[in-house]
């Protein structure tokens, strides 16, 4: 079961359009990472690459992994000004990942 905990960082505007574009980019996040895996090159059309068939413990993969996600996001949502992608952990079969986002804001 994925644990979903999405979190955008916005400068102070009005609450409103903040709430709004807040949840419309975390629904959009949420889509993605829950979208099956193709083998389609493009991470919005294919999803996530499948974690499990490779080793979790390769720190070099998982570095590329993390260039990987924050590549495809800052290429397919063009709402987000600033992109950091951390993997937090590594399971057999979980992958924990910290985005912190900093959204542009809504004219």
């Not at 409103?16 to 990472?33: E, I, M, P, W």
């Not at 919005?44 to 990987?68: A, F, I, T």
């Not at 992109?83 to 900093?102: C, F, G, P």
Request: glycine share 2%; charged share 15%.
């Amino acid at each position: 079961m994925m644990r979903q905990s999405l979190q955008a960082v916005l400068p102070e505007i009005s609450g409103n359009k903040t709430s709004l574009l807040r949840k419309s980019v975390c629904s959009d996040l949420l889509t993605l990472f829950n979208s099956p895996h193709s083998a389609l090159p493009s991470l919005l059309v294919s999803g996530m690459p499948e974690w499990q068939v490779h080793n979790q413990s390769d720190k070099h993969l998982q570095s590329w992994y993390c260039r990987q996600l924050r590549s495809a996001l800052l290429f397919h949502e063009p709402r987000i000004a600033a992109l950091q992608v951390n993997l937090k952990e590594a399971y057999s079969h979980t992958l924990a990942i910290s985005l912190e986002i900093m959204l542009l804001p809504r004219r």
